[in-house]
């Protein structure tokens, strides 16, 4: 008999939202990590609408709308002429979930708290040291000398992952810049706090977002400066006075540069993953994938790992779907990551550019593309991931829209008891069958000899049914009365990993 159902290596936002959904599925979980306990810094500030949404489909958005920032907008100068700015939170999007400017640490926090509701907490000061690797189980060695069987483990602890190393899974990639500077900075100036602004300079680009304030001075920020040609790390100290050099010079502001909260170094590198499984030992988040920080998907991208593998893990480990099953984690997350990197890599290019070329397609082409509004729309709904679809997976599907793998719209629905919701809201660990009203139960019934009783019967102003996985994608459509159809899909899927 094993400890538990699921190790997870990792207690930041990946492995706290990994948690979350599998307690919400019926799992036991045991939560690990090395640090001494949770972080108070981070560098990522900004949760896009689709990380809003995983937060609030597994409960744990909490008040994090109200502790943040609503600065949705990007504005690029050239000197003092501004270049292109950009809009975020479209009404258009069709969510109600914010995207929000809001510390990683508040994130995780927020995830602790619904975590410890749901019975578990993670355990600090105690990483992964070693695993053994059985037919049905895993055995992690923890660092206090303590040993952990499970039927999974999975290793959310970040790009330096023990838990990939030590499963042998590769992580090729490339050094993309040289440093920037990273601060937390009280800032006296003028600037608007409606949202982040950056400088193109020749010495290198300046950033500033407007970071929540608790003090209520509102003179918080988030800044970041590109300081190519130096090779040693640099103090803390030197960090602060390269900081009040570069911003004056590189904003072509006044300002006063007052007491730091946090100061940090980082280069960009772009790596990801050879595979994400090796047996029963599974990557997720920064594990699998490194990201530039620009456009804010590292986070983002790792959140919707945790949620894709939870459901999967669930009824593998409950004995309602064969291990091929799990396999679909990867055939459905990895190629996003890989169009993912893409993208953060060529702004982090863009941003950087040196050569005449680069440079004349920053300051000269981009604003007059980008100015422009269907390319603003484009820019931003494609940063919000709210586009992200599985069509083209093994659980996808051709023919009208909406396709299976395709996501489906917090659309209005109602509850067995005739009480009014959202379908988001029904999806904390369960499926959704919407039919429309006086539908024959046919449907429902194969879905739940099939799910169990973790599938919940709505009705919607539709003329089909719609089966709805956890995660908000569309697993199956069809005739309201068809359950051939539905059992159907759901044998072929759970058996073989396989619907097409």
Wanted: with cysteine; net charge neutral.
């Amino acid at each position: 008999m094993t400890d538990t159902d699921v190790v997870v290596v990792g207690a930041g936002p990946t492995g706290l939202t990994l948690a979350c959904a599998l307690r919400l599925h019926g799992l036991t979980v045991q939560v690990v990590d090395r640090a001494a306990g949770p972080a108070t810094t981070s560098r990522a500030n900004f949760l896009h609408a689709r990380g809003s949404e995983v937060l609030g489909r597994i409960g744990a958005l909490g008040t994090l709308p109200d502790e943040s920032l609503r600065a949705m907008r990007i504005t690029n100068y050239l000197g003092d002429r501004p270049l292109v700015t950009l809009e975020f939170g479209d009404p258009r999007m069709r969510t109600a979930a914010p995207p929000m400017v809001i510390s990683q640490a508040k994130v995780e926090a927020s995830l602790r708290s619904r975590l410890a509701d749901l019975g578990a907490e993670p355990q600090w000061g105690n990483g992964l040291a070693a695993l053994h690797r059985n037919d049905d189980t895993v055995v992690a060695e923890l660092d206090d000398g303590t040993s952990v069987e499970a039927r999974w483990l999975v290793g959310c602890d970040g790009t330096a992952s023990t838990t990939r190393k030590l499963a042998g899974i590769g992580f090729p990639g490339v050094k993309l810049t040289e440093r920037w500077l990273l601060a937390d900075l009280h800032l006296d100036w003028d600037l608007d706090r409606g949202g982040t602004t950056g400088w193109i300079h020749p010495g290198g680009l300046l950033g500033a977002m407007p970071m929540p304030d608790s003090s209520g001075a509102h003179d918080l920020w988030r800044v970041f400066a590109y300081d190519p040609g130096h090779t040693e790390k640099p103090a803390e100290s030197e960090i602060l006075e390269r900081m009040r050099q570069v911003i004056p010079q590189r904003s072509g502001r006044r300002v006063h540069v007052g007491d730091p909260e946090w100061l940090s170094v980082f280069t960009v590198h772009r790596r990801l993953a050879d595979r994400y499984r090796q047996g029963r030992i599974l990557i997720a988040g920064d594990a699998a994938h490194a990201h530039a920080p620009f456009g804010g998907q590292g986070m983002l991208t790792g959140i919707g790992d945790a949620e894709n593998l939870a459901f999967k893990l669930a009824l593998v480990t409950r004995g309602l779907a064969a291990d091929p099953f799990v396999d679909t984690y990867e055939a459905e997350r990895r190629p996003l990551a890989t169009e993912v990197l893409r993208g953060t890599s060529a702004v982090t290019r863009v941003n950087i550019a040196g050569n005449p070329v680069g440079r004349f397609l920053r300051d000269r082409v981009a604003p007059k593309v980008f100015g422009l509004a269907p390319v603003q729309r484009w820019t931003t709904y494609t940063a919000s991931q709210l586009w992200v679809s599985y069509r083209k997976g093994p659980l996808g599907g051709r023919g009208p829209k909406p396709r299976a793998g395709d996501r489906i719209p917090d659309v209005a629905c109602v509850r067995p008891d005739g009480t009014p919701s959202l379908l988001h809201r029904e999806l904390s660990g369960r499926w959704a069958l919407l039919a429309p009203p006086d539908a024959p139960a046919g449907c429902a019934d194969v879905a739940r000899r099939h799910l169990g009783d973790f599938v919940e019967p709505l009705t919607f102003d539709g003329d089909e049914a719609m089966l709805i996985r956890p995660d908000g994608h569309l697993a199956w459509r069809g005739d309201a009365g068809d359950a051939d159809g539905v059992n159907l899909w759901l044998t072929r899927a759970l058996t073989t990993g396989n619907a097409r």
